[in-house]
């Protein structure tokens, strides 16, 4: 029985979720410790971090219910289990890693280049596995549609428009960026597209997403 339920289609498609979000956080810590620069709504969290306290992954929650609540005026985008879910255990995850001490950190350059880049593909692999049970965007993610969706804007140059303007912010409140960041912002949207596609095929059957 509790195999079957394990099994499940929809259990299935919430654990690889779950995980998804979790491998992200672990990305996003080794991004951080890297200190070569982070994805710009990092440097936002970062930001309000060192200015007001509290942790990056608060700051991440705060954000984010933020974020839910202006794409729903904007775009009337209703928040889903999945948003929430993303929004609340994402922020954890990255508080829990750092709390735990499980980072690996780097002393040289090079050490900390390599740290970023494994850190980099850790974080799309895991964005991949989150995407691909489509269970809801994330509050970011559904931001970006309610801003095309009500302005008529490319996505494209959408989300060029927020990243921008969170990592100004974000620099204007102490957050971090430098040549990580820039490579971030090449280089992400790419490796995703590499990797939805392979975990929507190992999720397409039997578990419901095709």
């Not at 801003?147 to 409140?173: D, Q």
Request: aromatic fraction near 12%; hydrophobic fraction near 55%; glycine fraction near 12%.
């Amino acid at each position: 029985m509790w195999r079957k339920l394990l099994l499940h289609p929809l259990a299935v498609r919430y654990s690889v979720f779950m995980i998804g979000l979790a491998v992200m956080a672990f990305g996003i810590g080794m991004m951080i410790e890297a200190h070569l620069g982070v994805a710009p709504w990092d440097t936002l969290h970062i930001g309000l971090q060192k200015t007001f306290g509290l942790t990056i992954g608060i700051w991440s929650q705060i954000v984010g219910a933020m974020i839910i609540l202006a794409s729903y005026i904007i775009g009337k985008i209703r928040p889903n289990v999945g948003m929430f879910l993303n929004m609340f255990f994402f922020g954890l995850f990255i508080d829990l890693f750092m709390w735990l001490n499980w980072i690996p950190t780097g002393e040289t350059v090079i050490e900390r280049a390599i740290l970023f880049a494994v850190g980099l593909l850790i974080y799309t692999i895991g964005t991949g596995m989150y995407i691909s049970p489509r269970l809801g965007a994330g509050p970011r993610d559904s931001f970006m549609l309610a801003l095309h969706e009500r302005m008529g804007w490319g996505v494209g140059k959408v989300r060029i428009g927020i990243e921008c303007t969170v990592m100004v912010l974000g620099l204007l409140l102490g957050g971090p960026v430098s040549v990580g960041t820039f490579v971030t912002a090449l280089a992400i949207g790419p490796l995703i597209k590499q990797f939805i596609p392979m975990w929507e095929r190992i999720l397409a059957k039997p578990y419901g997403t095709a």
